[in-house]
T-cell receptor
Framework: GENVEQHPSTLSVQEGDSAVIKCTYS??????FPWYKQELGKRPQLIID?????GEKKDQRIAVTLNKTAKHFSLHITETQPEDSAVYFC????????????FGAGTILRVKS | DAGVIQSPRHEVTEMGQEVTLRCKPI?????LFWYRQTMMRGLELLIY????????DSGMPEDRFSAKMPNASFSTLKIQPSEPRDSAVYFC????????????FGPGTRLTVL
């Protein structure tokens, strides 16, 4: 079955610096890759997603890149701010199972001011 | 739109008791998912429904867990009997359909089994 690995498990950056979180997946049929942000005690919320027919997508300070050949995708946050501190989860869809999502283990991002 | 609604938000119970968690998906969404989140195992998919029919229950840990979706606007996840290792946050999420990919999460139910 699909396996999604996420690195690093924790990431600490200085305010204003960039943060990069990487994920790899195993099922070459996966075609949808969302990123969720979860603040402490809150629900996961979608911040950006990318589909397999696109290599890069950007939304203000957040961008996601996808390399289908290598089966990895990354989240890039530029000009980090304290409110970016949260747990970030990547996920990959499994088309043969109704596009259910398999989540990575999560990355705890801490932005120091 | 009120979003996905879950109840109760917190539940504390004793080992051996029956626990029922409830979820109301976003109106018009055809797919509903139940997840469990713990520090050790992360975010795990337990079961998901499409058009009220269970599609994949391979994540349900054991027979003590059961889920139903009697209609398009309501689902339950039941644990009977509950055990301390069932303590976790249980999220319900809904999605427009098989083609719509984004999943919208509810606020979760924090379950503590003593």
């Amino acid at each position: 079955g699909e396996n999604v690995e996420q690195h690093p498990s924790t990431l600490s950056v200085q305010e204003g610096d960039s943060a990069v979180i990487k994920c790899t997946y195993s099922d070459s049929a996966s075609n949808y890759f969302p990123w969720y942000k979860q603040e402490l005690g809150k629900r996961p919320q979608l911040i950006i997603d990318i589909r397999s027919n696109v290599g890069e997508k950007k939304d203000q300070r957040i961008a996601v890149t996808l390399n289908k050949t290598a089966k990895h995708f990354s989240l890039h946050i530029t000009e980090t701010q304290p409110e970016d501190s949260a747990v970030y989860f990547c996920a990959a869809s499994i088309p043969e199972y109704g596009n259910k999502l398999v989540f990575g283990a999560g990355t705890i991002l801490r932005v120091k001011s | 739109d009120a979003g996905v609604i879950q109840s109760p938000r917190h539940e504390v119970t004793e080992m051996g008791q029956e626990v029922t968690l409830r979820c109301k998906p976003i109106s018009g969404h055809n797919s509903l998912f139940w997840y469990r989140q713990t520090m050790m195992r992360g975010l795990e998919l337990l079961i998901y429904f499409n058009n009220n029919v269970p599609i994949d229950d391979s994540g349900m840990p054991e027979d003590r867990f059961s889920a139903k979706m009697p209609n398009a606007s309501f689902s339950t996840l039941k644990i009977q009997p509950s055990e301390p290792r069932d303590s976790a946050v249980y999220f319900c999420a809904s999605r427009p359909g098989l083609e719509g990919h984004e999943q919208f999460f509810g606020p979760g139910t924090r379950l503590t089994v003593l």
